[in-house]
């Protein structure tokens, strides 16, 4: 009965913490949303981080050249500190996914 979880299809407590961080970089309810959307899309794409290291130069890519300028250009916001700061924290959550995957392997294999 006691625990609350802030987790709901997989958005977490740092997607929400960025969108409230989105309301003063960008501005109001559209700055939310935008960032948001970029928040979860990039959070999705962690999934590539279970393919060990290839997983991580697609993420790379896809979300710096394919997904973030769509995003940008749907949204109407712009390159700061917070979509940045966003790409690198996904992007290392990719990283460990990835680790914990070689490991695995390792472990799996010996």
Known sequence: ???IS?????????????SILGFFVYGGLKGILAVFILTFVLELLTILGLVPILGNVGYFFIGKYLLIPKIFSLTGIYSTWLSTTI??????????????MII???KWFD
């Open 6 to 18: 802030y987790s709901l299809f997989g958005i977490g407590g740092f997607t929400i913490f960025f």
């Open 1 to 3: 009965m006691g625990k």
């Open 104 to 106: 695995f392997i390792i």
């Open 87 to 100: 790409f690198w924290f996904e992007f290392g959550a990719s990283v460990i996914i990835s680790i914990v």
